[in-house]
């Protein structure tokens, strides 16, 4: 199994095992996993050549195998290089001119390498060497799958796995570990962090209360209703900054929830009927079993606009939660817990949009109409390039913010609409990417040529830009927006709350509807709802979690905060409600969290038997 996640070397450099060039008490260590057949493999060769003529003994090389899979040559080719080091202890010689004979092994070149080092022909190997060369290939292959390798070559700088560039100056950059590769580096790591997001959201939060309940709250929270906008001729668009970020920025959350749910239920674990049925049925119970607590202990009256606060879940609160208990809870889990839960979301939206919305402009809401009708004729027509969706959703946004409409709908709307499937010619466009290389590969030994023409590197960009699909271009690029820039600036204007005893008066039943509807309501709406699915043959449990593990990712579920939250602006006009709602909020959530993590922590069996 290819962990494509590891960032690590599967083993530390051993040099009983290893093949080491250069001082083995170095302090800088490259290792390559490469194969002789790979053309890429054999333009890095003479980069490595210039790195160690640069650093001399304070660098020292490991290539290990990691041969192109089916290509009989590349594998040949490393057996050659081991049973030549075991029958003569000369690797680095032959591995030389491997390199520079291939990457296209035609009949008879291996026999003339090997005959070059006095190595008998492949049939006359000894049997004993040969399969010992065989398996320090096969070692080297469990290797590289083990240490996440998806091809050649792939490099690893003291025993971390290196993905920027592979230029002599770049990889020297690297290895030198100047400033800017040290933050990028750290960047990429708590990036990768499942966690992380959740994380920054806890923090801004945890800003936002100090600074509510400082000597700063009063202006803290008069800055966010400050008006801000364009002023463009003499016509004016401004609006508080809390409603940019609610009405705006929050719109690049939808667009990712949206695009997150569509890629599960078209190419993702979720695209067959029954795999989506039990996280959508789920759902649905955790929605409707909340809703109906709160209405059930709110008393009758204005409260009761808020209970759309107890179906929603906050997606990097729960997903954090779940990565952090580790191999307590299976991938199967995981994925349950995040389709269900952006459903949440996406429902939660809708919502907002139909019922917490005081008037209609209907010229707006026609103009919105018609901008959709053009999105969806752009996935209709075959439109493969991000931008027209972008400018179009804009252009949505606006229409819908002047609709009375919540203008985040935009965000769902323009994911449901956007392709995430690869284009039909899939197959044609590969075979031109590749022809492309074939040609440009052809040239490169010409004189006065350093490197891929214009032409080449034009086509291979538009050949990139058709293959990709908008759903990926467009999650590729927002999605880290969304979690590090457009969450936590939500939580800090939103979070701020003071806490004091008499927010707490007047508010017992608000607060009780909230908090049983979030921290009850939820898993059993999502339990039950499961296990009927199950029960009636609509759905299937995979065998990987049991129905334990099914009950605490719904109580996870139960952490609202950041839509529960948005929410409660909209439901609640009163301050003090509002107030109240955020606080039952907070504790909620963190009750659900340390419910969750209970129920999750004992470690047993999957329940592969249907109730």
């Known amino acids: 199994m290819t962990h494509a996640n590891t960032t690590k070397l599967d083993r530390p450099v051993d040099s009983t095992r290893d093949h080491i060039l250069g001082n083995s008490h170095a302090d800088m260590t490259l290792v390559e996993y490469g194969s002789y057949a790979c053309p890429y493999c054999h333009a890095a060769h003479e980069i490595i050549a210039g790195l160690r003529d640069r650093f001399g003994d304070r660098m020292r090389y490991v290539f290990r195998h990691r041969p192109i899979p089916g290509n009989d040559g590349a594998e040949r080719a490393a057996e050659l290089a081991e049973y030549a080091s075991k029958a003569t202890g000369r690797f680095w010689p032959i591995h030389d001119a491997l390199m520079k004979q291939g990457p296209t092994f035609h009949e008879g070149d291996l026999e003339r390498i090997a005959s070059e080092f006095d190595l008998p022909p492949r049939d006359a190997w000894d049997k004993t060497t040969r399969r010992t060369a065989s398996d320090r290939v096969a070692e080297d292959v469990r290797s590289a799958q083990r240490s996440g390798v ?51 959201l806890l923090l801004m939060s945890v800003v936002a ?3 509510s309940n400082s000597t700063l709250g009063s202006a803290f929270a008069s800055w966010w209703h400050e008006p801000f906008g364009l002023h463009i001729g003499g016509r004016d ?8 970020i609610n009405d705006g920025l929050l719109t690049i959350f939808f667009l990712v929830v949206g695009l997150e749910i569509k890629r599960e239920f078209t190419v993702g674990r979720l695209a067959t009927r029954q795999a989506a049925a039990l996280p959508i049925l789920a759902a649905c119970g955790g929605m409707i079993a909340p809703a109906l607590i709160y209405l059930a202990i709110v008393p009758p009256g204005p409260w009761h606009a808020g209970w759309g606060m107890t179906i929603a879940t906050d997606t990097a609160f729960a997903v954090a939660l779940i990565v952090l208990l580790g191999e307590r809870v299976s991938i199967e889990l995981r994925v349950f817990l995040t389709a269900a839960v952006i ?8 919502l907002i949009a139909l019922l917490y919305t005081d008037a209609i402009d209907m010229q707006y809401l026609l103009a919105s109409l018609a901008v959709t009708g053009l999105l969806a004729a752009f996935n209709r027509w075959g439109v493969y390039r991000s931008l027209p969706y972008a400018v179009v959703g804009v252009v949505l946004w606006a229409c819908l913010h002047g609709s009375g409409l919540h203008a985040t709908l935009a965000g769902v709307i323009l994911a449901a609409v956007t392709p995430t499937r690869p284009p039909a010619n899939l197959r044609a466009l ?13 040239r490169a030994g010409d004189v006065m040529r350093h490197g891929p023409s214009e032409p080449a590197l034009q086509a291979m960009d538009v050949i990139h830009d058709r293959i990709e699909s908008p759903a990926s271009k467009l999650l590729r690029s927002v999605e880290p927006w969304s979690s590090y820039v457009v969450l936590p600036i939500f939580a800090l204007a939103n979070a701020g709350v003071v806490w004091s005893h008499g927010v707490f008066e007047g508010h017992g039943f608000l607060m009780a509807g909230i908090m049983c509807g979030l921290v009850i309501g939820k898993p059993i709406g999502i339990f039950s709802a499961a296990w009927l699915a199950v029960h009636f043959g609509i759905a299937v449990k995979p065998t990987a979690y049991s129905w334990r593990q099914l009950f605490g990712a719904g109580a996870l579920a139960g952490i609202g905060f ?50």
């Open 562 to 611: 950041t839509m529960s939250l948005f929410i409660a602006g909209q439901a609640f006009p009163s301050a003090d409600d509002y107030a109240a709602a955020k606080i039952a909020v907070f504790i909620a959530s963190l009750l659900a969290g340390v419910a969750g993590v209970l129920i999750l922590w004992p470690k047993g069996p999957a329940n592969t038997h249907a109730p």
């Open 209 to 211: 209360i100090l600074f």
């Open 237 to 244: 668009f401004t609006m508080p900054v809390i409603e940019w």
């Open 430 to 442: 590969m075979g031109q990417a590749e022809a492309v290389l074939r040609a440009e590969m052809k």
């Open 343 to 350: 459903m949440d979301d996406l429902v939660a939206i809708v």
């Open 150 to 200: 998806l091809e050649t070559p792939t490099f690893y700088l003291n025993n971390r796995r290196y993905e920027g560039p592979w230029d002599e100056s770049s990889l020297a950059e690297a290895m030198l570990g100047s400033l800017g590769h040290r933050l990028h580096t750290a960047t990429v790591d708590f990036v990768r962090w499942a966690p992380s997001a959740g994380l920054s």
